[in-house]
């Protein structure tokens, strides 16, 4: 009797797991839909012609298809290269410099010492509370008076270094053993060549983690880029969308086709660095 029992408690355990199991599996593919289908809608116009869109019937595949308008932005008005090539410029810039002077500063905070540091490391921390809209009024006045308003420096010396990739790199040169550190002074290494040869090579995982985000952000940019630029040859990809958004306001066609061709760099980049982007959400969840 009690095997028989024991055995029952077992199969009904075995079917609780199994159901709560297709439950997360139910709630996680519908998450996964609810994502997938405005992007699903966005490429499904792009290549539907504008007759079809226009009798106003739903549909998941078009019955006809056309590329009319991706030829159009591709080759007919190449504007839009231009638009990619600002926006990765600015994007590869920024992030570039936000890993060497935030980890300059984590370095010099967590690994130096000097009077102040504890106080330094407060002030950063803080700044997390200042939301980012109070600083554009003082941060155009400044980027105005030095001249480089129209310039792609305006957008991307504002956002050299920020409190985030401080905190996270503060976070994991903590954990870089001193006596790494120690042995290397031994040895004759100055600060600077433990920074560049010993810790930074030991913190690779992080500083992809910090760069993929930067870059994401620097690439999804659009306030600040439209506050300070105001000619179309520097425009990056969000604001020129929202150009030719306006002009073509009748045409959902060419709105959807502006949108997936603006859309498609970041969807290549989540493609190839998916494994990584994953581990540094996972990353950033622990240190936090």
């Known amino acids: 009797m009690s095997n028989s029992s024991a055995s029952n408690r077992f199969v009904d355990r075995i079917g609780r797991e199994r159901l709560s ?17 405005p992007f699903w809608r966005m490429f499904q116009l792009s290549v539907t012609p504008a007759g079809l869109v226009a009798s106003g019937e739903f549909f998941l595949i078009p019955s006809d298809v056309t590329f009319a308008y991706w030829e159009r932005f591709l080759v007919q008005e190449p504007i839009i290269y231009q638009w990619a090539f600002n926006t990765f410029l600015i ?16 370095f010099s905070l967590t ?39 129209n310039s792609y420096w305006a957008i991307i010396l504002p956002f050299a270094a920020g409190p985030l990739g401080v905190f996270l790199l ?13 042995a290397a002074r031994l040895d004759g290494f100055s ?81 190839l660095f998916q494994d990584k982007l994953i581990s540094s959400v996972q990353m950033q969840a622990g240190t936090g």
């Not at 994007?91 to 984590?106: E, G, N, P, R």
């Open 91 to 106: 994007a590869s810039i920024t992030t570039f410099l936000v890993l060497v002077v935030d980890s300059m500063i984590a």
């Open 191 to 271: 600060p600077f060549r433990i920074y560049a040869q010993i810790i930074m090579p030991l913190s690779t995982p992080i500083l992809t983690a910090l760069g993929l985000f930067v870059f994401i952000w620097s690439w999804n940019q659009f306030l600040w880029p439209l506050i300070v630029l105001n000619n179309d040859q520097l425009y990056t990809l969000p604001i020129g969308v929202v150009t030719l958004r306006s002009v073509n306001a009748l045409a959902p066609n060419v709105i959807m086709t502006s949108l997936a061709l603006a859309s498609l760099p970041l969807f290549i980049v989540f493609l």
């Open 170 to 182: 503060v976070q994991f040169f903590r954990d870089i053993p001193k006596e790494l550190e120690e």
């Open 21 to 37: 199991r297709i439950a997360l599996y139910v709630v996680m593919y519908g998450i996964a839909i609810a994502f997938f289908i």
């Open 111 to 149: 690994r130096l010492k000097w009077p102040g540091r504890s106080v330094v490391l407060g002030v950063i921390l803080a700044s997390f509370m200042i939301p980012g809209y109070v600083n554009i009024i003082p941060l155009f006045t400044v980027v105005n008076n030095l001249g480089m308003v």
